[in-house]
């Protein structure tokens, strides 16, 4: 911040101001000191000093408090320099010491006031001005719009109540309601004051329209308490009725509640600061939430739009290519039974034999490429039996495999029998080409709620927490471990994989299963 201070040059704007400012609180100053006499009441000569000492520790007392929560905040990490000094710089403008500026003005006169005001605001703004979280500029203004108002205020009060100081010459009950009616208006007439004056900060703080700097100004907490520090103006008459031990002691006890209420005012701010950042952080989470249903829908998609276009791919398969080389088959079959009626050369018979044989097994690699695309029993006669099917398989590929089914089988929807067929297949996949098993098992079990598939097989294992994207067993030829979590996550089924090296392999898949329906058999 004071760098950022220190970088800002004192453009022909900045330099008015500060002209402007010094031209209003250098003659505010001096008609002040020769304007000012010692009130002729109990508080005589030294009222003066007493409350220049009380509103100037209190001032630096509370900006103390802020710039101190200041700096804890733009040292955390968190926080950026500029959301810090959007939320807490209004503060600067509170002023806690207003309601003694009108004191001196009930009590003392308006020039005393005036003194007070411009003391106390010269060493409060020094003493910001030498942190670094205020400009020249900055303070000059202040200390001259502070004088300024505390000079109307006082002359509205003067105006309405008179010259009335001296306590025990109270002409009836009438001067004690004109000082109450003044303190009030001379309160009020303080509040805007200070709203009006506060505006041209405010906008070059925010960098927003005027209109927009306006309305979060008006809307802000700090103008609220501002209200509530100024509401123990028409209490200042009070005062006036203690003689002088008791009333300096009264004073003592005004500022008790003026710093509790600008220590609320900090509070505020924090909650409010903390409240901002679990509003973002819940809008990140949600947007986070938006954007992970959204990938989960593509995903989903995705699938689908791939079944489609294997179940496509198989079926032209079969319909075209099978066909064809079926045809091709049995001509190349007739084409050897009419050679060897020719009694052709050997060559030429063993040369029709191989053709045969590339022809039949040609045949057969697409009959089993079609039944990897999509296998026509898992839409003919469902999960189980194609579950039962891939157990089946798994022998021809050198790996036997023990299939078991316990409870009543259930209808799924079918992105659910799809997506298990699939994180099977790949699982007995991963068994055929990597583990180095002897024996695979693959369990069914129709629970009342959920259904629950495991395979299983005695190979050399692997440590899961070693396998990554790109690494994973089947990550060349198939989903790979993490395509299996992710199709199981896609319908909102559980995916657990125990592992280790020299102990095998079990992959556990929970579905939750919808309730019964009525006429469905239960196990």
């Given at each position: 911040?004071?760098t950022?201070l220190?970088?800002a040059?004192?453009?022909?704007?900045?330099l008015?101001?500060i002209?402007?400012?010094?031209?209003?609180?250098?003659?505010?100053?001096?008609w002040?000191?020769?304007?000012?006499?010692?009130?002729?009441?109990?508080?005589g000569?030294?009222?003066?000093?007493s409350?220049?000492?009380?509103?100037?520790?209190?001032?630096?007392l509370?900006?103390f408090?802020?710039?101190?929560?200041?700096?804890?905040?733009?040292?955390?990490?968190?926080?950026t320099?500029q959301?810090?000094l959007?939320?807490w710089r209004?503060l600067f403008l509170?002023?806690?010491?207003?309601?003694f500026?009108?004191?001196?003005?009930?009590?003392?006169?308006v020039?005393?006031?005036?003194?007070?005001?411009?003391?106390?605001?010269?060493?409060?703004?020094?003493?910001?001005?030498a942190?670094?979280?205020?400009?020249?500029?900055?303070?000059?203004?202040?200390?001259?719009?502070t004088?300024?108002?505390?000079?109307?205020?006082g002359?509205?009060?003067?105006?309405v109540?008179?010259?009335?100081?001296?306590?025990?010459?109270?002409?009836?009950?009438?001067a004690?309601t004109?000082?109450?009616?003044?303190s009030?208006?001379a309160?009020v007439?303080m509040?805007?004051?200070i709203?009006?004056?506060?505006?041209?900060?405010?906008f070059r703080?925010?960098?927003r329209?005027t209109?927009?700097a306006?309305?979060?100004?008006?809307?802000s907490?700090?103008?609220?308490?501002q209200?509530?520090?100024?509401?123990?103006?028409?209490?200042?008459?009070?005062?006036?009725?203690f003689?002088d031990?008791?009333?300096?002691?009264?004073w003592?006890?005004?500022l008790?509640?003026?710093?509790?209420?600008?220590?609320?005012?900090?509070v505020?701010t924090r909650?409010s600061i903390?409240?901002n950042?679990l509003?973002?952080?819940?809008?990140?989470?949600?947007?986070?939430?938006?954007?992970?249903?959204?990938?989960?829908?593509?995903?989903?998609?995705?699938t689908?739009?791939?079944?489609?276009?294997?179940?496509?791919?198989?079926?032209?398969?079969?319909?075209?290519?099978a066909?064809?080389?079926?045809?091709?088959?049995?001509g190349?079959?007739?084409?050897?039974?009419?050679?060897?009626?020719l009694q052709?050369?050997?060559?030429d018979?063993?040369?029709?034999?191989?053709?045969?044989?590339?022809?039949?097994?040609?045949l057969?690699?697409?009959?089993?490429?079609?039944?990897d695309?999509r296998?026509?029993v898992?839409?003919d006669?469902?999960?189980?039996?194609?579950?039962?099917?891939?157990?089946?398989?798994?022998?021809?590929?050198?790996?036997?495999?023990?299939?078991?089914c316990?409870?009543?089988?259930?209808?799924?929807?079918?992105e659910?029998?799809?997506?298990v067929f699939?994180i099977?297949?790949?699982?007995?996949?991963n068994?055929?080409?990597?583990?180095?098993?002897?024996?695979?098992?693959?369990?069914v079990?129709?629970?009342?709620?959920?259904?629950?598939?495991?395979v299983?097989?005695?190979?050399?294992?692997?440590?899961?927490?070693?396998?990554?994207?790109?690494?994973?067993?089947?990550?060349?030829?198939?989903?790979?471990?993490?395509?299996?979590r992710?199709?199981?996550?896609?319908?909102?089924?559980?995916?657990s994989?125990?592992?280790?090296?020299?102990?095998?392999?079990?992959v556990?898949?929970?579905l939750p299963?919808?309730?019964?329906q009525?006429g469905t058999?239960?196990q």
């Open positions: 911040m004071r950022m220190k970088q040059q004192f453009s022909p704007l900045r008015l101001v002209a402007l400012s010094l031209a209003i609180a250098l003659p505010l100053l001096l002040s000191i020769h304007n000012y006499r010692p009130a002729p009441n109990f508080y000569p030294r009222a003066i000093y409350l220049v000492a009380l509103t100037s520790l209190l001032a630096l509370g900006r408090s802020l710039l101190r929560l200041l700096r804890s905040e733009l040292a955390d990490p968190k926080n320099q959301q810090v959007d939320t209004p509170f002023d806690i010491t207003a309601p500026y009108l004191a001196a003005s009930v009590l003392i006169s020039p005393a006031a005036v003194l007070t005001a411009i003391i106390t605001q010269a060493v409060l703004q020094s003493y910001t001005l942190r670094g979280f205020i400009s020249w500029s900055e303070a000059c203004y202040r200390l001259a719009s004088g300024l108002i505390v000079f109307l205020a002359s509205v009060y003067v105006w109540a008179g010259n009335t100081h001296l306590p025990l010459q109270h002409s009836g009950r009438l004690e004109n000082e109450l009616l003044g009030v208006l309160a007439v509040m805007i004051l709203a009006l004056i506060a505006l041209p900060v405010m703080w925010s960098g329209p209109g927009a306006w309305r979060a100004y008006l809307t907490p700090f103008l609220r308490f209200a509530l520090v100024l509401s123990v103006g028409p209490l200042l008459p009070v005062v006036d009725i003689d031990a008791a009333a300096e002691l009264a003592l006890f005004f008790v509640p003026l710093f509790a209420i600008y220590y609320l005012a900090l505020s909650l903390q409240t950042e509003q973002r952080t819940l809008e990140d989470l949600r947007s986070a939430r938006r954007r992970q249903d959204e990938l989960r829908d593509y995903a989903s998609l995705i689908r739009v791939q079944e489609e276009e294997r179940r496509r791919l198989a079926r032209e398969l079969h319909d075209d290519t066909q064809a080389l079926i045809a091709l088959s049995l190349l079959d007739g084409l050897g039974r009419a050679m060897r009626q052709l050369p050997e060559k018979l063993e040369w029709h034999a191989s053709l045969q044989n590339l022809a039949d097994r040609t057969e690699g697409v009959r089993r490429a079609c039944r695309l296998p026509s898992l839409d006669l469902g999960l189980h039996a194609a579950l039962e099917w891939l157990s089946d398989s798994s022998a021809e590929r050198g790996v036997p495999c023990t299939f078991s316990s409870g009543e089988p259930r209808p799924t929807s079918p659910a029998e799809i997506a699939r099977v297949q790949e699982a007995l996949s068994v055929w080409r990597h583990s180095q098993a002897s024996q695979a098992w693959l369990h079990a129709y629970l009342p709620t959920c259904l629950t598939v495991t299983s097989d005695n190979g050399r294992g692997f440590a899961p927490e070693q396998v990554g994207p790109g690494r994973e067993h089947g990550s060349q030829g198939g989903l790979g471990l993490l395509g299996m992710e199709r199981a996550a896609l319908v909102g089924a559980t995916l994989i125990e592992s280790a090296p020299g102990q095998g392999c079990t556990r898949l929970a299963l919808p309730p019964d009525p058999d239960q």
